[in-house]
Each structure stands twice: as structure tokens, then as C-alpha cells.
């Protein structure tokens, strides 16, 4: 990516602090304002319009020097740019947008504990986050001031958890956990494993991409006595993951913690096959299962970065049978109204009758498969 012009010596500054920085002072010089914004960027009309109102009104703009370095500072339309630099079009209402789209406040069963489906339950335990995504499903929360959750402020929740032994999994998000400090999340962490019915925790982070400093061996450390901990990470595109992300990802493989990522389909950043094939062959190179690709929450004000969910099909469609099945996730659609998750696929049955299933196969051609005769 080319850096050159008139922001190269704040580009340059940053990438030298970034290599001696820990995440913590990434935190401390992250971009929050739409000055800093026009310091490090050559912004766009509209990305420039979109800051000031972010600014003043919107959704906070927070951007670690991790993630302006994976950024091109002349291009609006570079795949980092548009996840995290606001944009005017914010503030057009669209078809469909909902203030909260997967309908959490109805189902919210104590403060911060989120039930929609029988066997788990999600744990909010943080507004913050490592950088705020322009699309973010919890936009009316994330960044609204209400921090971390104590432990005496989650005692509701854990006591929910204990009265419904039913719920065997807990994911732990939010915001992002991971930008509590080690010693509170480790806290958190400890009081679900402490609740005898819960069989699997999920700790969903994007700091691996936007803030991989954060990974350190301490925290693998820390963690570890807690297992099974299952890490659900979030990369969108192949430039999330440099040098960093993939010593990142080595480090919790390493550590024993499976690894999943949830792909959020995005129009113009990564609605392309090629783009996808890269990033889903590079994250099983780290041992990052793709689990979900996800369309995109009708969540308010991001009607310019959703895709028709046909795209998403013809986008599988595409990867079938072009990339392994380790390679392949499964594409999702969130119901509005928090009904639950679906998955979608092309259809690959072409008829169906007395027997003879005729297939739809990945070169093209049409296949029969013929049942077996009923022995009886
Ligand atoms: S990291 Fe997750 S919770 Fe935070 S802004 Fe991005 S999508 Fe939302």
C-alpha cells in the first residue's frame, strides 16, 4: 500500500510507535475526532461530513494507530477505510433499518445477559472496543458510556445463569472483552466457569484484527486454567490480517483455544469472491475456522453497506466446490427481531421424485443420486 504525500509523516510516526507500542497505548493514541481523522487521512467529502456528525451526534469514531496502518490514506474506498471511517450516508434511513435489529433489549434476562436460544445465553459485558465499526449490530450501545460491567453489577446475570442450568454456553462480548483489563476479564471469566452448568465459554473479540497487541502470553496464560474457551473472532477482509493478526492467532492456537471468525458481508469491501477466497484461505492458515458469513443486521443508518442476501448466496455458490470445506463458512442470516440465525445456501437440487435426487454438481453438471430400495 502506498504511503506518500502529505500525511506520510504522521503514517510513518505511527508505524514506528506501533512496533515498540502494547495495546494498551494503542488505546491512549487511537484517532477519536474528525480533526485526527483529517491528519491521517485524505478524507472524502463525505467521510469528511460523516466525522463532524459522528462527532457531534453519531456513533463514535475510534480508530487504534493498528488499524490506520492497515489503512491507505489516499482511498476512500479501501476495505479499511470504509469499516471504520464514518460516511455521510450514515444518516440516511433506509428500508428495514431497526434500532436494534436482532431484538436484544426484549430479550434481555437480567442486566447484560441476552438469551435467544434455549441452550445460550450472551453476557455484554463491555461498551468498549479496540475500534467502532461504522456497521456495528449494537451501535445503540457500543460507546454509549456504560463501560465495563462490575462484578457486583453482572451478580444478576450469574445469578439467571445458576437458576437455568439449562443454559450450557455463555459468549462473553459486548464491545470487545478483551479491552478490559487482563485481571477483570480473567474475573468475569472465572465467575461464568464457576457456574456448574456451563459447559462452553465463547469469548468474541475483534481485537485480533484491530488490536492483535492485545494477545500477549500473559493473557493466553491467564486464561487458559478456564478452558474449554472458544475464541470467536472477526475479520472481514485478507488486509486485517498482517504480521501482527497472524502472531495473534498462533499465540490463542498455541494456547489451546479453538478458534471460529464470523465474516460480516459488506457492499464494496469484501462482497467478492476473490476477496473471500483470500481471507478464508488465510485464516485457516492460522487455524481460524470461517464459521459464519454473515448478512449483514438491518441495523440503522448502514443501508450503504448491505448487500442483497441473493449476493451472499451466489457468493457461496461461487466458493463451493473452488475452496476446501474447512475453508467454506456457512452463510447466516440474523432474523430481524432476534427469531434466531438461518442458514442460507443455493439450491443444488435440481429435481426430486420417486427415488432420484438429480444434483446441481459443483463443475456444472447434473448428477442423480438414486435411494436405496427398501429391504422390507
Ligand atoms: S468490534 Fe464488534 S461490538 Fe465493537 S464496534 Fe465492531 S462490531 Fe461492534
Same mark, same amino acid.
Given at each position: ?31 477519536? +475526532? ?23 451526534? *453519531? ?208 457492499? *464494496? ?41 441473493? +449476493? ?8 463451493? *466446490? ?55
Amino acid at each position: 500500500m502506498a504511503i506518500a504525500g502529505p500525511h506520510e509523516p504522521d503514517r510513518a510516526g505511527l508505524t514506528r510507535l506501533e512496533e515498540v507500542g502494547d495495546w494498551r497505548w494503542q488505546l491512549r493514541h487511537a484517532v477519536r +475526532t474528525a480533526a485526527e481523522l483529517a491528519r491521517v487521512f485524505a478524507l472524502s467529502p463525505e467521510e469528511r461530513a460523516g466525522a463532524l456528525v459522528a462527532e457531534r451526534s *453519531g456513533f463514535p469514531i475510534l480508530l487504534t494507530p493498528h488499524v490506520i496502518s492497515l489503512a491507505d490514506p489516499r482511498d476512500p474506498n479501501c476495505p479499511i477505510r470504509r469499516q471504520f471511517v464514518p460516511d455521510l450516508r450514515e444518516t440516511v434511513a433506509v428500508r428495514g433499518d431497526l434500532r436494534d435489529p436482532l431484538g436484544e433489549e426484549e430479550h434481555e434476562v437480567a442486566p447484560g445477559l441476552v438469551r435467544r436460544y434455549p441452550d445460550r445465553a450472551l453476557l455484554l459485558m463491555t461498551d468498549r472496543c479496540a475500534s467502532y465499526c461504522r456497521f456495528c449490530t449494537r451501535s445503540r450501545w457500543v460507546a454509549r458510556g456504560g463501560g465495563s460491567r462490575s462484578r457486583e453489577r453482572l451478580g444478576p446475570a450469574l445469578a439467571y445463569l445458576r437458576a437455568h442450568p439449562e443454559v450450557k454456553e455463555v459468549i462473553l462480548s459486548g464491545g470487545d472483552p478483551l479491552v478490559m483489563s487482563t485481571e477483570r476479564l480473567v474475573g468475569v471469566v472465572a465467575l461464568v466457569r464457576d457456574v456448574p452448568s456451563v459447559e462452553t465459554i465463547r469469548l468474541a473479540t475483534r481485537v485480533l484484527s484491530l488490536l492483535p497487541q492485545r494477545v500477549t502470553e500473559d493473557l493466553v496464560r491467564a486464561l487458559q486454567p478456564h478452558h474449554p474457551i472458544w475464541v470467536m473472532t472477526h475479520f472481514n477482509h485478507p488486509a486485517e490480517l498482517g504480521p501482527l493478526a497472524e502472531a495473534a492467532c498462533r499465540r490463542l492456537a498455541d494456547g489451546g483455544f479453538p478458534m471460529m471468525n464470523q465474516t460480516v458481508l459488506l457492499r *464494496g469491501i469484501n462482497d467478492r469472491e476473490e476477496v473471500l477466497t483470500a481471507l478464508f484461505r488465510r485464516l485457516i492458515r492460522e487455524r481460524v475456522r470461517p464459521y459464519y458469513l454473515l448478512q449483514m443486521d438491518p441495523v440503522r443508518g448502514t443501508g450503504h453497506l448491505r448487500t442483497p442476501v441473493e +449476493t451472499g448466496c451466489r457468493l457461496l455458490g461461487e466458493l463451493q *466446490g473452488r475452496l476446501s470445506g474447512i475453508a467454506i463458512p456457512r452463510f447466516v442470516v440474523d432474523t430481524p427481531g432476534g427469531h434466531g440465525k438461518v442458514p442460507v445456501a443455493p439450491d443444488y437440487v435440481l429435481s426430486a421424485g420417486e427415488g432420484v435426487t438429480r444434483f446441481l454438481a459443483p463443475d456444472g453438471v447434473g448428477v442423480d443420486y438414486i435411494d436405496p430400495v427398501d429391504p422390507e
